[in-house]
């Protein structure tokens, strides 16, 4: 990862005219934590059925069910396709809501062996955007997860923004909480070279801010972030 200079410009506002530059965030962020080492996944398959697992559940719960997807033989789609619905559903039970993300898989897995020969290599060798368009395309797949997989499956430079982002950014004032997927990925990426390597970084670091300070309840006390909130304190997220 290249390492990310903060000139004269960085340090002024970024273009929405408020909040620091991305960079001196990151370095903050950098500078309190070092590098994270993240994703969690050994291969790319088992990262792809991560993203798609963590939806709304903590990752604990995921480590569980990619274990027990692990035992059964089933860590890849072509198993995931053809295994009973049933049996799916009981080896992710662990990650909540099963039989909803069993669906999710299971399109997933009907996509990757109608249009791409049953390979993850065939699909990542789409260009970005067709790569992002046709992931969204999959019901059940939004913005978050589809750019989880790019990013940390097929090495796209593309910005993960999740809920501990969007909170961040709010409790700041940097974005609105109303502000759309899109626009809040945008204030990552507008002052940022177009770098894998620092949007995984990142995002690893933004998701070690929500867990240790910028949780539902704040605790801002030693954030390496406190320094630029609202001088009334954390706006509402």
């Known amino acids: 990862m290249n390492p990310v200079t903060a000139t004269r410009k960085d340090r002024r506002a970024n273009g929405s005219g408020r909040g620091p530059a991305p960079a001196i965030v990151f370095a903050a962020l950098l500078d309190r934590w070092g590098p994270q080492g993240w994703w969690p996944g050994r291969t790319r398959a088992e990262i792809v059925i991560g993203a798609i697992l ?8 995921v480590e569980r069910a990619l274990a027990r997807l692990s035992a059964a033989g089933a860590m890849d789609f072509e198993r995931i396709r053809r295994a009973p619905r049933a049996a799916l559903e009981d080896w992710i039970r662990p990650a909540g809501c099963f039989r909803v993300k069993a669906g999710r898989l299971r399109a997933f897995a009907d996509v990757l062996h109608r249009d791409h020969g049953g390979r993850l290599a ?20 939004g913005p978050e997860t589809a750019d989880a997989i790019a990013l940390y499956a097929a090495k796209r430079p593309v910005f993960v923004v999740d809920a501990y982002g969007r909170r961040i950014l709010a409790r700041h004032g940097w974005r609105g909480a109303r502000s759309s997927y899109d626009d809040l990925a945008r204030w990552f990426t507008r002052r940022l070279p177009r770098d894998t390597a620092l949007y995984n970084e990142y995002h690893a670091l933004v998701v070690r801010a929500g867990k240790e300070h910028c949780r539902p309840r ?8 406190q320094r630029w909130l609202p001088a009334a304190g954390p706006r509402r997220p």
Not at 54 to 61: D, G, K, S
Not at 122 to 137: I, V
Request: net charge positive; aromatic share 6%.
């Open 122 to 141: 065939r699909l990542f060798r789409l260009p970005t955007a067709a790569l992002r368009r046709t992931l969204l395309d999959i019901p059940g797949v």
């Open 218 to 225: 704040p605790r801002c006390d030693g954030c390496p972030l």
């Open 54 to 61: 963590t939806q709304n559940t903590a990752w604990a719960n």
